[in-house]
């Protein structure tokens, strides 16, 4: 496990299998992460336990030792792989058990769906908050209503939390969503189903670089 005070939230990659084609998943985060990506989240939905396992494996060796694995749901297979932490959902593994069963050191993030779960959220051992979604996605379909620009900048005056901003984010909007607050940026399809994920993800964070500088520079 990293010490997750080193966590570099800024180009943050979901999995996504069906949106890689006839790709290989692990080729793919392997060029993602050659391109820049920070963080590796392995969502599968649909595998079974083994294969999830053996797939895992496979990713986090891969990895560079700064490019932390996180597993989507599941806290046996992020135990058994050795993956650096855990991505829980609301309706998921609650978050003290996971800490508890993980240990200080793992990365938890939680999705949050609204203000009343942010609010709830800041009483919770977890590493960083996944506002979701931002903008509406046909890769998130079992969340609330989109949060928006506006809930983003609301989101983050209610929490000292990183914040990380996920649904529909592109090339044309993760500027927007790291002006109104976000310390990083989820992507799924903008990498996954991208043509060259190297290069897309070079773009991004290219544009992750260049939007923290103008900040820092107001």
């Not at 943050?12 to 006839?22: I, N």
């Amino acid at each position: 496990m990293k010490n997750n005070k080193q966590l570099d939230l800024s180009l943050y990659l979901v999995t996504d299998r069906k949106l890689a084609g006839q790709r290989e998943l692990v080729e793919v985060v392997q060029k993602a992460v050659r391109g820049g990506v920070t963080v590796v989240q392995l969502r599968e939905k649909e595998l079974c336990a083994r294969d999830f396992y053996e797939l895992g494996i496979r990713i986090k060796e891969l990895l560079p030792p700064d490019v932390p694995l996180l597993i989507d749901d599941r806290l046996d297979l992020a135990l058994a792989s050795g993956a650096d932490g855990l991505h829980l959902g609301q309706r998921d593994l609650p978050v003290e058990i996971a800490r508890k069963l993980l240990g200080p050191l793992a990365i938890i993030g939680l999705s949050v769906e609204n203000l009343n779960q942010l609010q709830a959220a800041s009483q919770l051992p977890v590493d960083y908050l996944a506002i979701s979604p931002v903008f509406s996605t046909p890769t998130k379909t079992d969340t609330g209503p989109a949060w928006g620009l506006d809930g983003l900048r609301a989101a983050r005056k209610l929490t000292d939390l990183p914040l990380v901003a996920i649904g529909g984010i592109n090339e044309r909007n993760a500027a927007a969503a790291l002006e109104a607050g976000a310390d990083g940026v989820a992507v799924v399809s903008a990498i996954c189903a991208a043509p060259d994920p190297e290069e897309a993800a070079r773009r991004l964070k290219k544009i992750i670089l260049e939007t923290r500088k103008r900040i820092k520079s107001k």
